[in-house]
């Protein structure tokens, strides 16, 4: 009786501590609306915010393939996108590669709670940005 009672102790611990009480895990899909939050990257170094800069800057990815790119809440780029996965480089690294037509050149991306960050990874003295998911 004694191992009866443990069990059922430890079954309804075991159930109420794996319940996530309604919250989704953060979302690694590049799908959804990310706002600006910062750059760092170039042969200075610098470090350019929203702040700095003037300005907030933002993405939409779709589910379709199709993006916007808003700067001061007007569409400045518009298209399709494309993803490479565990795109190998020369060092023998590999990343998810996004290509948007129209921009600066292809990029790494890493999405990590909620955070999106673009890596210049073909560019020696290019910018890392980050942004975050607009929920």
Known sequence: MKYLSLLLVLIIY??????NKG???PSDSI????RWVKSVGGIGGFTLTPKT???EQKWMFNADSTFKFYRKDTVALNGRFSITRNYKTSAGESFDVIKIPGSWSDQAYVIRND???FLDIFI???FNSTYVRIK
């Open 115 to 117: 955070s999106l960050f």
């Open 31 to 34: 799908v959804g609306q990310w």
């Open 124 to 126: 020696s003295d290019g």
């Open 23 to 25: 919250k989704l895990p």
């Open 53 to 55: 800069e003037g300005f």
């Open 14 to 19: 075991c159930s109420a501590s794996s319940c």
